[in-house]
């Protein structure tokens, strides 16, 4: 079967072009590791592969952890469409299996298997949050002064290095690393729900844990293992780890709720603690396993990224109080995420007070930074003030960027400039590494959805808010994702879908006054059209003065697609009643 093509589920693997190809004969992309991973799988005869087994096989002489196993499954899954896990499933005993039928047929001579497979140098905007991850954050002006291809060129040199670190610790040990990434041994979480279902729930709720963690890039994941004990099965502890995950699964009359720690392996001592739950009868089994594991996902992530990210040394005035810092920031992150102008001055007056205090606190500087972006994406700012904002900004960012580049917080904060001052295919980037250390951070997932949305791509943008919903976390930002799918469906012309995510988004958060906007465009191209001038007087109440003029938002680097799809809500929002000037 070396040379044949392989044909299952719709998809054809080309052995001999090195290629996976969808029913239209589209080719997918996959890394080299994906490929033959999904080739193993394809010529196993439906058999179970063990994970030793794929992995020596896939690595051969090379010492890599589960974790780049599991990386490799879930490529393979997202690129086979494959969420619910139906085609590469994982074996109760343990690996994994292909249950699909592979029919073999004689492979395309040269030139016949169709056109030539994916440029290498197509542009970074058609890069997925995944690939995007891999790009290193950098300073806005050393960004902005790259082009395009230069920016292609970093990931291709930069995959090199990722492929000669998973050889380093067979070649030599510190070859390329300074010290190897803490181990962190995800337990199998504990059915504690006397209930039917929890077995399996919990199962899914250990396998999407480790997937998870496996993706945060400064930590090595031990993958679950269980101990046989006289009373049962019970999660065992795994040797030589760092830190250990454990939880449990609840079930109780009207949710499940899942409980979860990071413990310093060597003392014992609990380093976070969170639980999570969601209505037992609302959703479906598979929206309920994802929301629990974001819900204990996002806060154990930002928890294990402080603990092995500390802040840089830096001097603090005598007297300064680390608490109050924590306050102002917290405080400062609830009204960035739950806007309104009010609690947006409230926060920056804090924020300002509390740097005049303590002026060589970054923390707190990243905070007014990202909360001040904020105000200019909201247009709370004249556009003189707006300025030099943007540079103070830029100034705070790049200093934290030196002294904490792997900080969630800098990286958001980098993330939001970027979003807020256009420049959106570097957004994508940061944003992507924001995700690389917290993969259910929704706050970054949005500012990703709004780069897709200036960058015409629309359906990305509605499978990037889509993801952010599934995971509804943190719940504080859930406004943002849920206007922005909105807003995307108005984009696209979809108006009658669009409408549900607006009304949800300004439930939670009515005083932006741009939701009702789309919302009033969404309602006039329906034939509803006096909840459209309804709309648009709400609009016009929280933000006066808008007109078509001011209306939408700044158009620089947009793309042609979405400069044409906001003129079309725009006239639609002056049919419905908004002033001409």
């Avoid at 090595?220 to 099965?233: D, E, K, L, N």
């Avoid at 696209?492 to 988004?505: F, H, I, K, T, V």
């Amino acid at each position: 079967m070396g040379d044949q093509l392989l044909r299952f589920a719709g998809f054809e693997l080309d052995q001999q072009r090195v290629e996976l190809r969808g029913a239209d004969g589209t080719p997918i992309k996959l890394r080299p590791k994906a490929f033959e991973m999904l080739r193993l799988f394809a010529t196993s005869g439906g058999r179970v592969l063990s994970k030793q087994e794929l992995m020596e096989a896939v690595w051969p002489n090379v010492h890599v952890g589960e974790d780049s196993l599991f990386q490799c499954i879930r490529e393979l899954r997202t690129a086979l469409g494959d969420e619910r896990r139906q085609l590469i499933k994982l074996a109760s005993g343990g690996g994994y299996l292909l249950a699909a039928e592979v029919v073999a047929a004689p492979a395309a001579g040269p030139g016949q298997a169709g056109e030539e497979g994916p440029d290498p140098t197509d542009e970074i905007e058609s890069l997925s949050p995944a690939e995007l991850a891999a790009v290193p954050a950098r300073s806005p002006r050393a960004m902005f002064g790259l082009s395009r291809q230069a920016i292609v060129g970093a990931v291709a040199g930069l995959c090199l290095v990722m492929g000669l670190a998973v050889a380093a610790p067979v070649l030599k040990p510190d070859l390329l690393f300074k010290r190897t990434p803490p181990r962190l041994a995800v337990v199998a979480i504990v059915d504690d729900s006397n209930d039917p279902r929890g077995a399996a729930m919990a199962a899914e709720v250990t396998a999407r844990l480790t997937d998870g963690f496996a993706r945060i890039q400064n930590v090595s994941v031990v993958a679950p293992r269980v101990a046989v004990s006289g009373s049962g099965i019970t999660a065992a502890s795994t040797a030589s780890s760092d830190y250990e995950l454990r939880g449990e699964l609840q079930h109780g009359d009207q949710s499940w709720t899942l409980r979860a720690r990071i413990i310093k392996a060597a003392t014992g001592e609990v380093q976070s603690v969170v639980a999570a739950s969601v209505a037992a009868e609302e959703l479906d089994a598979q929206l309920a396993q994802s929301r629990l594991v974001a819900g204990v996902g996002h806060v154990l992530a930002r928890r294990l990224n402080e603990i092995l990210e500390p802040s840089a040394a830096r001097a603090r005035t005598p007297g300064a109080s680390a608490g109050g810092d924590k306050v102002a920031v917290d405080q400062a992150l609830a009204s960035i995420n739950q806007t309104t102008r009010e609690r947006f001055g409230a926060a920056q007056a804090m924020l300002q007070k509390a740097l005049t205090d303590d002026p060589d606190n970054v923390d707190l500087a990243v905070a007014l930074a990202s909360l001040q972006m904020r105000g200019i994406q909201m247009v709370w700012f004249s556009p003189e003030e707006a300025v030099a904002v943007e540079a103070k900004a830029n100034a705070t960012l790049e200093q934290a960027l030196r002294l904490k580049p792997n900080s969630i917080p800098v990286l958001e904060a980098h993330c939001r400039f970027l979003s807020a001052t256009n420049h959106f295919v570097e957004s994508l980037v940061t944003c992507a590494k924001a995700l690389s250390f917290d993969p259910w951070n929704g706050s970054a997932l949005y500012l990703i959805g709004l780069g897709q949305v200036y960058l015409g791509r629309f359906h990305d943008a509605l499978a990037t808010f889509q993801q952010a919903d599934r995971y509804d976390t943190p719940p504080a930002s859930r406004w943002t994702w849920l206007l922005g799918a909105g807003m995307t469906y108005v984009l696209m012309g979809r108006d009658e879908e669009a409408l549900p995510w607006l009304q949800r988004s300004i439930a939670i958060t009515p005083a932006t006054g741009r939701s009702h906007f789309l919302l009033a465009a969404a309602y006039q191209r329906t034939g509803r059209f006096e909840e459209a001038r309804a709309a648009i007087a709400e609009g016009l109440k929280l933000r006066p003065g808008t007109t078509r003029r001011s209306v939408s938002p700044p158009m620089k680097n947009a793309s042609p697609v979405n400069i044409a799809a906001w003129e079309r809500v725009v006239q639609a929002e002056v049919d419905a009643g908004l002033p001409e000037q």
